[in-house]
C-alpha cells in the first residue's frame, strides 16, 4: 500500500503521525482515553501504518491475563523480538482502549513520584514510545523505499518521538574546495539545528502545532541549502518560523539564542 503513496501523500502521513503521536504521549492522564482512541483510530484510517502493525501483529497475547497478574508496583515486561513487541503493544492498548481501564492503576508502578501524571508519562515513556518509534522507522524506511530522500544528499529523522534528536546521513562524493567550504557551513547548520530542536522540544510553553509546523520548515530550508539552487522562500519562510517562535520564546534563554543564531546562519546560506 505504501508503494502507491505520492510524495505529498507521504508527507502528510508523516506530519499527520507525528502529531497524533505527539498528542498522545504527552497528554495528560484525565484526557488518556480520549488520546488514545484518536491515536488507534489514525492508525486504523492509515493503510500504510495499519499495515505494518498488521503484518506485526501475528503473535497473540493474553492481556487481560497479564494485567491481573500484575503486581501493584510491577511493570509491562515487553518483548525481545520487534514484531512481538510491536504486538504487545498494539494489544495492550486496544485492551485498554476497549475495557476503558483506569490507566492511573496500569501505570502506579512506572514511577516513584505521588504525582499520576508522573506515572502516566513514564508508562507511556517505556510502553507507547518503543512503539511510536517502530512505526517512525518504518515510515523512515518507506520514504528511502520510494525514493523521496533523494532530493538532496541528506535525510532526515527524529529518533525517539522527535525530542530534538535532529539526526542526519550524508551520501558520499567528490567535492570540490568551495564545495567544502559549503559543507562545512551546512554542517554547523545542522548541529545549530539539531540543538535548536532539542530545546524547542523541551519548551512547554509553545504549542505543538507550532512546534511541528516549524519543524518541518526547517527540515526543509536545511535540505534545501545542500542544493545547487536552493529556494530562497522556503528557507525564508523556515526563518520566519524560528522568529515567530523567538517570539514566544523569553529573551536569554537558550532557545532564543539558538533561535537568533539560527535565523543569522540560514540568511548567510542564501544571500
Known sequence: MSAALTEQEYQKLSHNFRS?????????????????????????????????????????FNIEQIINEKTFNQKF???????????????????????????????????SS???????????????????????TYL??????????????????FNRDFKGQFNHAQDQGQISAHQTYNETNVEGLKELAEKFIEELQKNDDIPEEK????????EAAVQEVESDKPKKAIVKTAMEKVRGINELATAGKNLFTLGGQLIDSLAGMVG
Open 211 to 218: 512546534k511541528e509546523e516549524t519543524v518541518e520548515f526547517l
Open 114 to 136: 505521588k504525582r499520576y501524571q508522573d506515572k502516566v508519562a513514564e508508562f507511556n515513556n517505556m510502553v507507547a514510545r518503543p512503539l511510536v518509534d517502530h512505526i517512525s
Open 20 to 60: 497524533y503521536a505527539s498528542r498522545f504521549l504527552k497528554c495528560n492522564f484525565y484526557e488518556y482515553h480520549d488520546c488514545l482512541k484518536r491515536f488507534l483510530i489514525f492508525i486504523e484510517d492509515s493503510p500504510t501504518i495499519s499495515n505494518f502493525i498488521q503484518e506485526n501483529n501475528v503473535e497473540e
Open 77 to 111: 515486561r515487553l518483548p525481545i523480538k520487534k514484531s512481538e513487541e510491536i504486538a504487545f503493544i498494539f494489544q495492550l492498548f486496544n485492551y485498554i482502549s476497549e475495557n476503558k481501564l483506569d490507566i492511573r492503576i496500569i501505570a502506579i508502578g512506572y514511577s
Open 140 to 157: 523512515t524506511e518507506v520514504k528511502i523505499d520510494l525514493g523521496y530522500d533523494k532530493k538532496s544528499g541528506t535525510h532526515f529523522t
